[in-house]
């Protein structure tokens, strides 16, 4: 059994920054690529960050040069540094994980969301 839980979301006034992690718990072998989503209401679910386990990234362009996505392997941990936020960036903010557990089985996990709120 495998659980992401997410932290560090909440409001933050434009220009802000924020951190959010994001923790992987249970009977984990290995973790591929973990990745932050987005979905803010009224729109599609949407990618934001993604790192693989060796540490390549890739961002949305709507984020790139504000956003930094990293991870600790030892610690089963991916963290995002948002800096010079935006109110579009205001959404419900997803930490998604490929994982293999103990027995050999591959799943693609998500955590249960935190909000980030960017207003005055």
């Known amino acids: 059994q495998v659980e992401l839980v997410e932290s560090g979301g909440g409001l933050v006034q434009p220009g802000g920054s924020l951190r959010l992690s994001c923790a992987a718990s249970?009977?984990?072998?290995?973790?591929?690529?973990m990745r932050w989503y987005r979905q803010a209401p009224g729109k599609q679910r949407e990618l934001v960050a993604a790192?693989?386990?060796?540490?390549?990234?890739n961002y949305a362009d709507s984020v790139k040069g504000r956003f930094t996505i990293s991870r600790d392997n030892a610690k089963n941990t991916v963290s995002l540094q948002m800096n010079s936020l935006k109110p579009e960036d205001t959404a419900v903010y997803y930490c998604?994980?490929?994982?293999?557990?103990?027995?050999?089985?591959?799943?693609?996990?998500w955590g249960q969301g935190t909000q980030v709120t960017v207003s005055s």
């Open positions: 249970g009977t984990i072998f290995s973790i591929n690529a």
């Open positions: 998604n994980a490929q994982i293999t557990t103990i027995p050999m089985r591959y799943g693609n996990y």
């Open positions: 790192i693989t386990s060796g540490g390549n990234t």
